[in-house]
């Protein structure tokens, strides 16, 4: 299943930073990022937040684009990943898998149930402009790419 150019899914998730955020409410100022990461364990999922964090608030203040990374992990657990890997976005926890399944999947794994790692870019409107999930957990879109790509009127930048 796909939700690329469909209507994304909304959701609202205990944040590391302040109460819930609800996607609805950050797509009133622009276009948001998506991203479903396997949980707080994950180092490929903190390798892709790292690249996130370094261009989050070029992308807000630029672009009016928020990052929303959801990690299928507790709160506490999330609030540990951002601390360590010293990540300047908030992450959002989705300990059940309930969101991550509405987007990516999840899958049962020796840590439990973890999301499939995932990049969405809704745009203002709600709706998926991109959509990646990984076929390996170390399958990633980065975070200066999506910049590229929302600076690129949601269109590759480097097809053609």
């Not at 929303?68 to 959002?92: A, C, F, G, N, W």
């Amino acid at each position: 299943m796909t939700l690329e150019d469909q209507t994304a899914p909304d959701f609202a998730l205990s944040s590391t930073g302040h109460g819930d955020v609800r996607l609805s409410d950050t797509l009133e100022s622009g276009p948001t990022v998506v991203l479903v990461n396997r949980g707080a364990w994950c180092s490929f999922c903190a390798e892709q937040l790292q690249t996130f964090s370094e261009v989050a608030y070029d992308l807000w203040f630029h672009d009016g684009v928020d990052v929303l990374p959801i990690v299928t992990s507790p709160l506490s657990k999330v609030t540990e990943m951002r601390d360590r890997y010293d990540l300047d976005v908030q992450l959002l926890a989705d300990p059940d898998g309930e969101v991550a399944a509405q987007y990516s999947g999840t899958e049962e794994t020796g840590h439990g149930v973890t999301g499939i790692a995932g990049t969405y870019v809704v745009d203002g409107d709600g709706v998926v402009r991109y959509e990646q999930v990984a076929d390996h957990p170390a399958d990633r879109t980065y975070g200066n790419w999506i910049r590229y790509f929302v600076r690129n009127d949601f269109e590759d930048p480097f097809d053609g």
